[in-house]
């Protein structure tokens, strides 16, 4: 294998507590010659002794921007707005190939430095399925906060907890009331994440997939009290509500979680919304009467961090070790070039070692 430097950094966005590599899978990297430096950081769920331990190089917060050229970048959300020109090979979750909001200035950044992105959502098998995920752990979180808000117990603001005490609080009492719950996407990881948390509610929720929403029944989905929606679609489908469909006089919906959150795509299944929810603000009224309550929060396994870290690690590692061009991470650099041609910013520049 190439001598690989990975170079793990700190993540901007102030909730973000997960991390793509845990310090036991850090040993794990080091002990097979990769060069691993990691960057201090306040709000990741491990220390950095835990990392330095593990045979890692420790590095200030943000110095990724001076790392070596060859120096392979690692996170997972969206990178600060400097420096304008991208030199390095990234990886993290890009969201800048379905015409989402900034995605041309992302893939201009690269251009402009000569860099590459390997999008974290592109590194699929040959068949074209991921092969690291957060999706159960935002299903079940997404489920949580659901039935959390339905029954009256969501507090904010949101903060990191663990699966042992948000079971706790997802334990039915003897004073809630039966709900009709749905789950679409059903049979994904996020599905089958949501499904385990109703699971843990006391609540079996009505479960839909591919077969369902093919000719979906709108009037039978408005018919379930509380909806998560966990579908990820990759090409145009009818959407799922619409704005008529909340304003429907026999609306028994009450609470609707977008686990997949693709608000701006044109793929977006759910455009009846226009912006986000937050750790701070995780509901927004969509109706008033009768109620309907949405939430869409774009990170939410960063609330469950060390167990959503944990096997989002143990997913990656073996690929961290192959790291190339080749396979898996080759495709995932196809994609980048395919997306950034059709913003007309390839020209044949960018790091292919």
């Known amino acids: 294998m190439t ?15 997960r991390t793509p590599i845990v310090p036991d899978d850090a040993r794990r990297l080091v002990g097979h010659g990769v060069e691993l430096t990691v960057e201090e950081s306040p709000q990741r769920v491990f220390s950095i002794e835990e990392y330095e331990a593990a045979g890692c190089r420790v590095a200030p917060a943000g110095s990724w921007v001076t790392a070596p050229r060859d120096a392979v970048v690692l996170g ?12 390095h090979r990234h990886i993290f979750f890009g969201h800048a190939y379905k015409g989402q909001p900034g995605a041309a200035d992302l893939l201009g950044r690269f251009a402009a430095g000569g860099g590459a992105l390997f999008d974290l959502e592109y590194l699929v098998d040959d068949t074209g399925r991921r092969l690291a995920a957060f999706g159960f752990w935002a299903g079940y979180l997404g489920a949580a906060l659901a039935v959390l808000r339905h029954r009256g117990r969501l507090r904010a603001p949101l903060t990191p907890t663990t ?11 003897a004073t809630d009331a039966e709900f009709a719950g749905l789950v679409i996407g059903a049979l994904g990881r996020s599905g089958r994440g949501a499904r385990a948390a109703f699971a843990t ?29 966990a579908v990820l679609a990759t090409s145009p489908v009818p959407p799922f509500l619409r704005a008529q469909d909340l304003d429907a006089p026999d609306r028994r919906l009450r609470t609707l979680c977008d686990v997949t959150c693709d608000v701006g795509s044109p793929l977006n299944v759910l455009p009846v919304y226009d912006e986000t929810t937050s750790w701070d603000v995780p509901v927004r009224r969509l109706r ?4 309907l309550d ?30 190339g061009v080749s396979g898996a991470w080759g495709r995932c650099l196809d994609r980048f070039r395919e997306a950034s041609r059709a913003h007309g910013l390839d020209k044949g520049e960018f790091l292919d070692h």
């Open 294 to 323: 949405l939430i869409a929060i774009d990170n939410l396994p960063s609330l469950l961090p060390l167990e959503s870290s944990t096997d989002f690690s143990a997913a990656l590692l073996p690929h961290l070790i192959d790291f």
């Open 76 to 87: 997972l959300k969206e990178l600060p707005d400097d420096p304008a020109g991208l030199t």
């Open 201 to 229: 509610a006391g609540a079996d929720p009505t479960c839909w997939d591919l077969a369902e929403t093919r000719d979906l029944d709108r009037a039978a989905l408005l018919r379930h009290d509380v909806m998560v929606n």
């Open 3 to 17: 001598e690989l430097h990975l170079w793990l950094r700190h993540e901007a966005r102030t909730t973000e507590r």
């Open 163 to 173: 699966k042992e005490d948000l079971d706790e609080t997802l334990k039915p009492e």
């Open 288 to 291: 008033d009467e009768p109620p």
